[in-house]
């Protein structure tokens, strides 16, 4: 297979989705307002609530959901073959994530901006909105930990990456001042940031910043996580328009244009794919394709996180509420775009077939690291840029875009720590708040040794949980659907899949993770477990109660609630 006819496939497919299946959504399912208030210019208060230019909110959302998962996830399942990842990637992209991102942004925007977590309560129940904040608690806290394991990892493995990464940190800063407090204009200030950032990474290539084995007594790893974490809890305590928007606004059009770069770069070389559509002789130890293939793949397809994304600080900033459908589907279409990518580096960035089975000799050797070398290969390829450039360059994006969503999931994590307080009784600030997720996080991180390995302790989980999440969010906005006698069904058959396929996947878990007397994850997968069948039993029999009650509409702006008993939603 030439990886060329593959990338166009893949590419039209997807696209086609965002012009034709995301205006359908818009238009007849989410009936999206241009004249509805959002939350954003309701609420406003220069931190949270911020109405935003689309495509700077789109930079944010973008890169706040896109995280090393979508390089890591196809990475490793181009073991199973390059065509199921193919099909489940554009697929998913077009018919799951897209519509996933919309509505969740939609369901948020249309209830004050309020979270998922908060929403649950209100559509399905209270004690469904208990267990609900519990899956969103542990997914941020795999998300948190695992990307700042990742990033240390590129950070050491590849010592060009360290100045664009941090540098990339001062010109956002920049931009923001230059967007809000000087108002220039957005097109001088994208080209002047973008240009930065790629100066910075020819910088780096030529200075690579290379740690002692000790600093401080940790680890060079150590050492970075930590650094990691004091930087992601000051960001999440700034306003967003300070550092969050425009990092991750600057780094979009960066990491757009990188994509674009590995793209041309395949389509001038047209490397061949060496990886076997089908593999039938899978290494020892590689679990079955199904339902594996669809949690290992999760963002990139549809993934949980997003919907945590979407209603936690994007629906804050949206101004206008068709802006959503740009914002939210085109954000899931530069996620499965960048999904495509990796899957074609990964098959056609090597040489030959045994090259490949040699990277591919057991099931999650593929990773980042597989991505960034065979896509550096592509880009020397296809470019002629050298190699170390090539590599620093792909390198830096898997960085920017982990750590983009780390940023943001520090953010959102102090969100869900304050719901859990005030279920509790208890007021937590800001500040205790971010202790608190920092804390958990810091000492899961380092809970296997000094030198940060325990950030990837639960990270198995990771896939089933997010999938997870994803239906626990579909069923939310059925729910709002029935209520509203809209069309559901562009929701309710993903909402089935997932969860199927989910549920599978965590028993199936439950037996590997008790074979090898792993206590820990299987004491958490029965914990998911039983939350998700909880939540899932609690949502069918509200979407019961939906289509037995009288049609409700929207309320008015004012209210921002769906109002069974005065009909107005």
């Known amino acids: 297979m030439n990886s060329l006819v593959l990338a166009v496939v893949g590419i039209t497919m997807i696209l086609l989705g965002y012009f034709l299946y995301s205006k359908y959504l818009s238009q007849k399912v989410y009936r999206l307002d241009p004249e509805y208030t959002t939350p954003a210019h309701r609420f406003e208060d220069g931190v949270d609530y911020v109405p935003t230019n689309k495509l700077v909110l789109w930079g944010h959302h973008f890169t706040s959901v896109a995280g090393a998962a979508p390089i890591v996830g196809p990475a490793v399942a181009v073991i199973w073959g390059w065509a199921p990842a193919f099909l489940w990637v554009t697929i998913g992209t077009v018919f799951f994530a897209g519509m996933h991102d919309l509505g969740a942004m939609w369901a948020s925007n249309r209830n004050k901006a309020q979270s998922m977590g908060t929403l649950s309560g209100r559509y399905i129940g209270r004690h469904g909105r208990n267990l609900f904040l519990i899956v969103i608690f542990l997914l941020l806290l795999m998300v948190n930990a695992a990307f700042a394991v990742v990033i240390s990892n590129l950070l050491v493995s590849t010592p060009t990456s360290v100045i664009p990464t941090w540098g990339a940190i001062v010109v956002a800063l920049l931009i923001g001042q230059a967007i809000y407090r000087l108002k220039w204009n957005l097109p001088i200030v994208s080209i002047v940031g973008v240009v930065a950032l790629y100066g910075l990474m020819i910088l780096g290539d030529m200075f690579p910043i290379v740690l002692p084995e000790t600093i401080l007594g940790l680890s060079a790893n150590a050492f970075w996580i930590v650094v ?18 425009p990092r991750d606004y600057i780094n979009g059009l960066q990491l757009f244009i990188g994509l674009g770069i590995l793209y041309l770069a395949i389509a001038i070389s047209s490397p061949t794919v060496v990886a076997p559509a089908f593999n039938q002789n899978v290494p020892e130890g590689t679990p079955g394709i199904f339902p594996l293939l669809f949690v290992t793949i999760a963002c990139g397809a549809i993934s949980g996180f997003h919907g945590i994304v979407a209603s936690g600080t994007s629906a804050k900033q949206l101004d206008k509420e068709t802006d959503a459908r740009f914002v939210g589907y085109f954000g899931a279409v530069g996620e499965g775009l960048l999904a495509l990518g990796t899957i074609i580096a990964t098959t056609a960035g090597f040489q030959t077939l045994a090259q490949w089975e040699e990277v591919y000799a057991a099931f999650n050797d593929g990773g980042v690291e597989a991505f960034v070398n065979a896509g550096g290969g592509i880009l020397n390829a296809g470019l002629g840029i050298p190699t170390s450039l090539s590599t620093t360059i ?121 074979s090898t007397q792993n206590w820990l994850l299987l004491v958490l997968d029965v914990i998911i477990l039983i939350c998700a069948l909880w939540v899932i039993v609690e949502a069918v029999a509200a979407m019961n109660r939906a289509r037995r009650d009288p049609q409700v509409e929207f309320a008015e702006a004012e209210d921002d609630a769906l109002d069974p008993s005065s009909s107005k939603l």
């Open 394 to 514: 792909l390198a830096t994006m898997a960085v920017l875009f982990a750590a983009t969503t780390m940023d943001t999931g520090v953010r959102l994590q102090r969100f869900v720590v304050t719901e859990i307080g005030e279920i509790m009784g208890v007021k937590l600030n800001i500040w205790v708040s971010t202790l608190i997720v920092l804390a958990v996080a810091l000492g899961l991180t380092f809970s296997a040794g000094a030198d940060g390995s325990g950030g990837m302790v639960i990270w198995p989980l990771f896939g089933t949980t997010n999938q997870l999440l994803a239906a626990l969010t579909l069923a939310i906005i059925a729910v709002m659907l029935i209520q509203l006698r809209r069309p559901v069904w562009p929701v309710l058959i993903p909402l089935v899949f997932v969860a199927i396929v989910s549920v599978y996947a965590l028993i199936i878990q439950l037996g590997t993770f008790f």
């Open 228 to 245: 990691l974490f004091l930087y992601a809890g000051v960001a999440s305590l700034l306003p967003v328009w300070m550092l969050l928007q």
